[in-house]
Each structure stands twice: as structure tokens, then as C-alpha cells.
Nanobody, 126 residues
């Protein structure tokens, strides 16, 4: 298991930027793909972005492509989500997650991750 703690959320105006951080503990962090998800009130948790264990590949939801960037620093056991050009519809609780190493299904789904942080609130005002 990997323990995850998110930070960096807050209130920002539309068009602004935020950078989320996810600090991880556990020996397997550097060997796992990592993801960011978000959940708005009354909605299901949805995939935002994913990064391979070595940072060599990334995947984004269409709704954030071109605006958000996921990155990682394995030396610091940290994953980041840089969010630019924020929109009110980006308002949600954002969760960091570590991939399930034995998952063989779709990687952009909740089921593909077995460790989750507590979440950090992002609110974008119009």
C-alpha cells in the first residue's frame, strides 16, 4: 500500500491556476503509475490524469487536455497536477491515487487504483 496526502487546493477565479501536490509514503511509490481524479457534488468520481511510473507517458481526460499537466518527482515521492485556465466546471474535490499493480482493465477508471488520498478541494469562481 501507498499512503497519499494531497495539498494545494483552494479558491481561484476562472482563468487562474493552481498546483496540487500529492506526497506519498511507501516503498512501492516509484514503481507505480499515479493518477488524479476529481469528484463534484452529486457526481461520480472521474478520471483527470495519469502518469507512468517513470514519467515517460501521460494520459488526460479530454476535459482537461491542454490545460492540466501531471508530473512526478520520484526522488521526492511526490506527484503534481498543474492546473491552468481553470473553469468553474473544474470545481471538485481532487484525489491522488496509486495504480493497482495487478489491474488489467481500463486504466482511466477508479477500479485501476488501490490507494487514495483524502482529497483537496478546488473551487473556481466565475
Amino acid at each position: 500500500q501507498v499512503q497519499l496526502v494531497e495539498s494545494g487546493g483552494g479558491l481561484v477565479q476562472a482563468g487562474g491556476s493552481l498546483r496540487l501536490s500529492c506526497a506519498a509514503s511507501g516503498r512501492t511509490f516509484s514503481s507505480r503509475a499515479m493518477g488524479w481524479f476529481r469528484q463534484a457534488p452529486g457526481k461520480e468520481r472521474e478520471f483527470v490524469a495519469r502518469i507512468a511510473w517513470n514519467g515517460a507517458s501521460t494520459l488526460y481526460a479530454d476535459s482537461v487536455k491542454g490545460r492540466f499537466t501531471i508530473s512526478r518527482d520520484n526522488a521526492k515521492n511526490t506527484v503534481y497536477l498543474q492546473m491552468n485556465s481553470l473553469k468553474p466546471e473544474d470545481t471538485a474535490v481532487y484525489y491522488c491515487a496509486a495504480s493497482n499493480p495487478i489491474w488489467v482493465g481500463e486504466i482511466a477508471t477508479v477500479g485501476g487504483y488501490d490507494s487514495w488520498g483524502q482529497g483537496t478541494q478546488v473551487t473556481v469562481s466565475s
